[in-house]
């Protein structure tokens, strides 16, 4: 049985300050057990989330790493210092990276390895455009996001990796995918990882469907087979609808 993850990505929203006044009323909340709950945070407001919600069963994760672990690459920040913080997750490859950061599959592959040899769990964003889409290539480029992200990984760290199909489309525009159409990416995204490992761990693997998610459709990708969670920009910003969001996917 998978444990469904429901993770809150700021993107750059949110001081120090206001991230504390969110835990605050994240803790007064009555969540769930049955699921997880992960807020991922700019730098700067990861350690008094971390103070904040050590011992709640809340995690707090990361949006971006660089994959060495210290080194002349100004203005980065490495496994070890994420995890010298109390941070336990860090989204990778975010289309928002991918776009406007020069991100590619082969440094997201690197980051998703430096992240899991440095005990974080990558959340790994995968997904097309609406070009891509519309030219019918959805499943080949996810097919080829998926494969290379999860290059060289054994089979227990990929088990311990959770993957975001993100259509880039459905991001940020209040236009979600269809609950039926993601969960035909997300299966397929199982099956690309039981043809690069096994069933046994395709079976395993946590697989999150994000772009415009909200309390009013939550459900509806929750309750498919293959979507074991939710990548939540927007509608996490709010703690009222990320506590809702979170107690409707159990
Ligand atoms: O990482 C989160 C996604 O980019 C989704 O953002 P959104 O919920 O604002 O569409």
């Known amino acids: 049985m998978r444990k469904p993850v429901i993770a809150g990505n700021w993107k750059m929203h949110k001081t120090a300050e206001e991230a504390v006044s969110f835990a605050a009323e ?15 945070a700019p730098f700067l407001a990861l350690p008094a989330l971390v103070e904040e919600l050590t011992g709640t069963g809340i995690g707090v994760g990361a949006q971006n790493v ?7 690459f100004t203005g980065e920040v490495s496994v070890p210092m994420l995890k010298a913080a109390g941070v336990t997750y860090v989204i990778i490859g975010h289309s928002e ?8 599959d082969e440094t997201v592959n690197k980051k998703v390895k430096a992240a899991l040899n440095g005990g974080l769990i990558p959340i790994v964003c995968v997904g097309e455009t609406l070009e891509e889409r519309e030219n019918d290539q959805t499943k080949e480029v996810v097919r080829k996001q998926v494969k290379a992200a999860s290059a060289g990984l054994s089979s227990d760290e990929m088990k311990k990796t959770i993957i975001a199909y993100e259509p880039v489309w459905a991001i940020g525009t209040g236009k979600a995918s269809t609950a039926e159409d993601a969960e ?30 909200k309390p009013e459709n939550i459900d509806s990708f929750i309750k498919q087979p293959n979507i074991d969670g939710a990548l939540v920009g927007g509608a996490s910003l709010n703690a009222g609808s990320f506590i809702q969001l979170v107690q409707a996917a159990k």
Do not use: M, W
Not at 26 to 40: N, R, T
Not at 97 to 104: I, S
């Open 66 to 72: 660089h994959f060495e672990q210290q080194g002349a």
């Open 26 to 40: 994240l803790k007064q909340a009555d969540l769930p057990g049955e699921v997880e709950a992960v807020i991922c």
């Open 97 to 104: 990276r991918r776009a406007y950061f020069a991100e590619t």
């Open 184 to 213: 035909e990416v997300c299966s397929f995204i199982r099956k690309t990882v039981a043809d690069q490992f096994d069933q046994q761990v395709a079976n395993e693997v946590r697989i999150q469907y994000g772009g415009s998610v």
